[in-house]
């Protein structure tokens, strides 16, 4: 039997199937009999819960670095937020229920709460509110043993898993975890990927049995139960060479990305969210070649505070000293939407006030976020960018008000280094008129995805138009190699951070065209370097040549592939 869901952390495991099975509470009164008794077992509950969840904070600090042991720091968080005990304490005193309804009730609340937001983070943050309700009712009902224990390896199937339940997991067993609800960027999903767990979601587990054996391969989403003999030995060897390939990687994590040649090329990482830096770490990333700010503004209710900034922004250039993190400022609008921001709704959002257009029409947003920026510059390892500019005011008003911070930021007797200035170059005007931007500029990055999106006029959300979706095309080659071209003449790096500069076979187009700085997710980073290793610069120089006069993307395509199968 083949099942396809959504792979959250690649990986091949093979072992038989287990059905997982929270522990189950032992029922408990509704009403309190004492509600002295009743606050004094909820307030020494609540300790006992923060200090298991301190003793967790330090394994998982242990076992997956400290940005991803915040995840049960911020439950600890929730967990001491006074409005929560308040209203347990009311339901006690004034309810008279016992402590583990009220809390239960008290939690239910909350999470009804959270359940009518429309905003992805806000709406995975109820796995933790159920983690934290499942911790505080299995101490006051004496039943806090929470580990769970196997006797042979399996592959975990649950219809959910909490992150203290992940955490929990003992991996010496846990091969591989299937689960009906969850997405990519859910804890648990987190906590797999750094746990090292091939894990995949959105399948019905339902069909499928304990004890059976069955494949999950956690980069396609697929999952075999009962395979025949020749997939089995199939995945096997795919089994080996993945973890073959997984050694060598980390053979070469300290080599410069070179070609055969010797031409060398720097590849950095795009990241989001402080989770995002032990992975870049993990991969040797040159630098950070984009830092997206969107998640800071999207997590929260509210604009976040130029000190909440500010100290994201120093986390990740303290982690990248003695690189350069390029922090890109805010791409809000498009399909990212602030829902306490009441953008009004645009007909054609992506093109409409999105990105440094909402920025300008922002100014004072535009200013805390600036200023968030320039003050983190302490290693003078930050340079920025602003995205999505379309004509030459609009990077000169971005510079002004820059200008402006900067000046006002000196005035309050701040040190601050001026960083390094780029944009983006995402949109057609800018690619045909890159020349009259370039003055301005120390650098320049281009965003292959809004770029092929705006270049092509496909929406790159729609998938009736996905075939309009052509990085290959000779004519956006053509259009790329002019930016190129230009910006090397005038001595202005030039770095891609769009999917095209992880895309293998893609990014040896752009190495060939005289790109050096390519950035990507992490995880790519040292499998590319690994692959580049084998190639050859002036073979790539001349498959641009030949690209250039090509007239439809599946003769580019096809020319890559056959180069790229005659690599040993
Ligand atoms: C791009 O457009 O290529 C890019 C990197 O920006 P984003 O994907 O965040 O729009
Ligand atoms: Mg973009």
Avoid: W
């Avoid at 290959?472 to 190699?481: D, E, G, R, S």
């Avoid at 230009?486 to 040896?508: P, R, Y």
Wanted: proline share 3%.
């Amino acid at each position: 039997m083949k099942l396809k869901g959504i792979g959250i952390s690649k990986g091949i495991a093979i072992a038989k199937l287990h059905h997982f099975k929270p522990k189950s509470l032992t029922s408990f009164k509704t009403y309190a009999t004492n509600q002295q008794e009743e606050v004094k077992r909820f307030e020494s509950a609540l300790k006992k819960g923060d200090a298991q969840l301190e003793k967790l904070v330090m394994q998982a600090k242990e076992r997956i670095g400290d940005e991803h042991a915040q995840i049960f720091s911020a439950q600890q968080m929730m967990l001491k937020d006074p409005e929560l005990s308040k209203n347990v304490l009311v339901k006690i005193n004034d309810f008279n229920l016992s402590a583990p309804y009220a809390f239960k009730q008290a939690m239910s609340e909350m999470i009804a709460q959270f359940e009518l937001s429309e905003n992805v983070y806000i709406l995975e943050r109820i796995s933790d509110l159920e983690d934290i309700t499942d911790r505080i009712l299995n101490i006051l009902l004496g039943q806090d043993d929470m580990r769970y224990t196997f006797d042979e390896p399996v592959i975990l199937l649950a219809i959910d898993l909490l992150p203290s339940e992940t955490m929990h997991l003992d991996t010496q067993y846990i091969q591989g975890i299937i689960t009906e609800k969850g997405s990519k960027t859910s804890h648990t999903a987190i906590l797999a990927r750094n746990l090292g767990i091939p894990a995949v979601t959105g399948l019905d587990i339902s069909s499928l049995e304990s004890g059976k054996v069955a494949i999950l391969d956690g980069g396609s989403g697929i999952v075999y139960a009962n395979p025949d003999e020749n997939t089995f030995i199939k995945y096997q060897e795919k089994q080996q060479k993945l973890l073959n390939l997984q050694s060598l990687y980390k053979e070469i994590k300290d080599d410069p990305a070179k070609t055969n040649d010797g031409h060398e090329v720097y590849l950095a990482a795009n990241i989001g969210v402080i989770s995002d830096l032990k992975e870049a770490l993990d991969a040797n990333a040159f630098g950070i070649g984009l830092l997206r700010t969107e998640n800071q503004y999207l997590e929260s209710d509210d604009f976040p505070t130029e000190d909440e900034l500010l100290n994201f922004y120093l986390k990740v250039s303290d982690t990248f000293k003695e690189k350069t993190v390029t922090i890109r400022t805010l791409d809000i609008g498009g399909d990212k939407n602030l829902s306490y921001l009441n953008m009004r709704k645009e007909t054609n959002p992506f093109l409409g006030n999105r990105a440094i257009r909402y920025s300008l029409s922002y100014p004072s947003l535009f200013k805390t976020q600036l200023r968030a920026i320039l003050k983190a510059n302490t290693h003078n390892n930050i340079q920025m960018m602003f995205p999505m500019i379309s004509t030459l005011k609009e990077l000169l008003d971005a510079k002004d008000i820059l200008n402006e911070t900067y000046e006002e930021i000196i005035k309050e007797g701040n040190q601050i280094s001026y960083p390094k200035i780029g944009m983006m170059v995402e949109v057609p005007s800018v690619a045909v008129g890159i020349e009259k931007f370039l003055p301005y500029l120390d650098f320049i990055s281009i965003g292959t995805n809004d770029l092929i999106q705006y270049f092509f006029a496909a929406d790159r959300m729609n998938e009736r138009v996905a075939h309009l979706y052509q990085p290959y095309n000779p004519i956006f080659l053509n259009t790329l190699k002019s930016i190129i071209d230009k910006a090397n003449k005038h001595g202005i790096i030039v770095s891609v951070c769009g999917e095209m500069a992880g895309h293998f076979a893609q990014s040896l187009l752009l190495i060939g065209m005289g790109v050096k700085h390519l950035s990507m997710h992490s995880n790519l980073i040292l499998e590319n370097k690994y692959l580049i290793s084998k190639t050859n610069y002036h073979d790539l120089q001349n498959i641009v040549e030949e690209a250039l006069v090509l007239d439809h993307y599946d003769e580019v395509e096809n020319l890559l592939n056959n180069y790229i199968k005659g690599l040993d």
